[in-house]
Structure formats: structure tokens, C-alpha cells
């Protein structure tokens, strides 16, 4: 879910009058043990969902290398290691189902 002001903060303490300098992000899933939660994401991080969303049977490496070409990340590598990692959570948060680990 994409937001233009951060929704996760309102309460009544905190009513934003204008949007957010930034896109909000958020993850809402429910895991294996039909607990429903919630995470904020980076755009890099949503990017990838949303290029497994809409290509699930690719491996999560063709993902990452494409978000290091969009990005024009000038080391690759680091965004398919940090991607890794963020794979790993997803994982471990039930988000995703499973990952091969080299």
C-alpha cells in the first residue's frame, strides 16, 4: 500500500494537514499464524514487492538486479546484498514464502 500521508501515525495527537515530503509505504500481512501485521517500507524494499507481485515465478536476484539498473546503482552487488537480507525478513515475517540461500 502506497499512502501520500503517513496513515500508520495519525491518532489524535498527530492529524497531518498537508502530505507527507515522502510516499508511505506499507506492508499489511497476515502470517501463518493468521496474525495480521504491518510494516513500514523503504522504496527500494517496495519496489521489490512490487516486482514480485507482478512476476512471482522470478528469482529474487533478476529483481534486485533490476532495481540496481533503475537505480543506477553504481555497485550492484550491494543492492543484491542488502536485497538478500530484506528477502531474509520477508521470509522470516511470513511475507514471502520461501528463498533459496546460495
Do not use: S, W
Request: hydrophobic share 35%; aromatic share 6%.
Amino acid at each position: 500500500l502506497n499512502y501520500a500521508y503517513p496513515v500508520h501515525k495519525i491518532c489524535p495527537e498527530f492529524i497531518p494537514d498537508a502530505p507527507g515530503e515522502q510516499t508511505t509505504y506499507l506492508m499489511v500481512y497476515r502470517n501463518r499464524q493468521d496474525q495480521v501485521g504491518f510494516m513500514e517500507l523503504n522504496p527500494v524494499t517496495a519496489r521489490l514487492i512490487n516486482l514480485i507481485q507482478e512476476y512471482p515465478r522470478e528469482v529474487g536476484e533478476k529483481h534486485l538486479l533490476k532495481i540496481a539498473e533503475e537505480l543506477k546503482h553504481p555497485k550492484p552487488n550491494l543492492v543484491i546484498q542488502g536485497g538478500r537480507q530484506t528477502l531474509l525478513q520477508l521470509k522470516d515475517a511470513d511475507i514471502v514464502l520461501g528463498i533459496h540461500r546460495d
